[in-house]
């Protein structure tokens, strides 16, 4: 019995909903929320008084509300929560968010799966793409910056899934790093130095350890006056102090298969753009080849981001990338990463959800068939992140400026 009623609740909302949308539709100006708002109240109370308590009307307004006004639907409030970061859609009836880097359930939910699709193809089409039984996976970017990913149900058994990966409104900054604890105030200043020296740095770390956020913040210490190439998948990184700047985005193939513009393309053509630095916000594949052969060509300072457990792991994972684009002999690729990447600047995430600079280390040439790891700083347990060694090793960049680090 109580299931009927759910459902006569479900398709009741859905009636309402439509019939506002038809009403807001057929005004010749575009109302205020307030007038929306007061035009849903007494639609919600004309058509369910004396059969829903007042409760369940009232949270039938702020649903209706939410489908006919915001683009986010019932999600509407999360996206609004400056201090949610993560929005992650389970099907219709698990929504979790991470709140202040803890990560719990919330009560909303979608009434029928039709409507969290709508609310898919609703985004992917507001920025041009296409999901379907065809098209499963899209990938996107909404207004405001935030990264959305979504699945659909004939790949996701229990979908469709939703992922939305908010961004601060405002930059985050090397000082609130540190006034987090997520770095020291020393090992700031000596990555603020390696990279106004020119230091190509390449930051690891797993899912949601803060590895964009993190290549956000060293990019505020590039001189002002060079010139910068932005490569992203998704366009994410925030940088505003650089005037000279080029952003390039990937592209996915359209429904003919067609129009698709990849990282080793973006790359390949920034080469042709005088670039002083560039910036790959994340390398997934084969086109870690033409990163590090930009590396390697003179484009010091270039900044990188990539998914390892550890510098080693890292490492290897580089290595993986390499082989998928070109056959090399495993020797030379090393080679190669040694010779291009300078420093790795690995992230990681407590257990208790805070994210912290764990390692920052040298790459310091081959020794017999590994890559030489030469730790500068390294986190320990119950003591924090601490200076393990005297310093940089291959210091030719930094005599080249002022203000040399010790």
Request: proline share 2%; hydrophobic share 40%; charged share 30%.
């Amino acid at each position: 019995m109580e299931k009927m009623e759910e459902n006569d609740n479900i398709a009741e909302a859905a009636i309402i909903t439509d019939k506002i949308r038809e009403e807001l539709a057929a005004m010749k100006k575009d109302p205020g929320d307030e007038e929306v708002r007061k035009i849903i109240e007494k639609k919600v109370f004309d058509t369910v008084s004396g059969t829903w308590s007042y409760r369940d009307a009232a949270a039938l307004i702020d649903k209706v509300f939410f489908r006919v006004r915001r683009d986010l639907d019932i999600l509407e409030p999360f996206a609004e929560d400056k201090e949610v970061s993560e929005i992650m859609v389970n099907g219709k009836d698990q929504v979790f968010i991470e709140k202040n880097g803890h990560l719990m359930k919330t009560e909303a939910y979608f009434d029928t799966v039709e409507e969290l699709e709508e609310l898919i193809q609703r985004i992917a089409a507001g920025v041009h793409r296409e999901i379907n039984e065809m098209n499963p996976i899209v990938d996107a970017r909404l207004p405001d910056g935030s990264r959305v990913n979504a699945v659909y149900k004939n790949i996701a058994l229990n979908g469709p899934i939703l992922t939305i990966r908010k961004f601060p409104e405002k930059a985050i900054t090397m000082e609130t790093l540190i006034r987090l604890g997520s770095i020291t105030e020393e090992a700031a200043d000596f990555l603020k130095t390696l990279v106004m020296a020119g230091y190509n740095c390449f930051i690891s770390g797993g899912t949601s350890s803060g590895k964009t956020t993190f290549l956000n913040v060293l990019s505020n210490f590039i001189p002002a006056y060079e010139r910068v190439i932005v490569i992203e998948d998704s366009a994410e990184l925030q940088i505003r102090q650089i005037r000279n700047l080029v952003r390039l985005e990937c592209k996915n193939a359209n429904v003919q298969g067609k129009g698709q513009i990849t990282m080793e393309q973006l790359i390949k053509t920034s080469l042709r753009m005088r670039p002083d630095r560039i910036i790959v916000g994340e390398v997934r594949g084969k086109e870690v080849l033409d990163m590090l052969q930009a590396m390697n060509t003179g484009h010091a300072g270039s900044l990188s981001t990539g998914h390892g457990n550890s510098i080693e792991g890292m490492l290897r994972r580089l290595e993986s990338m390499f082989l998928q684009a070109a056959d090399f002999p495993v020797e030379a690729i090393r080679s190669q990463i040694a010779e291009g990447i300078d420093m790795i600047i690995h992230l990681g995430r407590l257990a208790d959800g805070r994210r912290k600079v764990l390692e920052i280390a040298e790459l310091t040439g081959i020794e017999g068939d590994r890559i030489k790891v030469h730790s500068i700083f390294k986190y320990r347990s119950g003591r924090g992140l601490e200076k393990v060694s005297d310093g940089v090793i291959n210091r030719e960049k930094l005599e080249l400026m002022t203000g040399v680090i010790k």
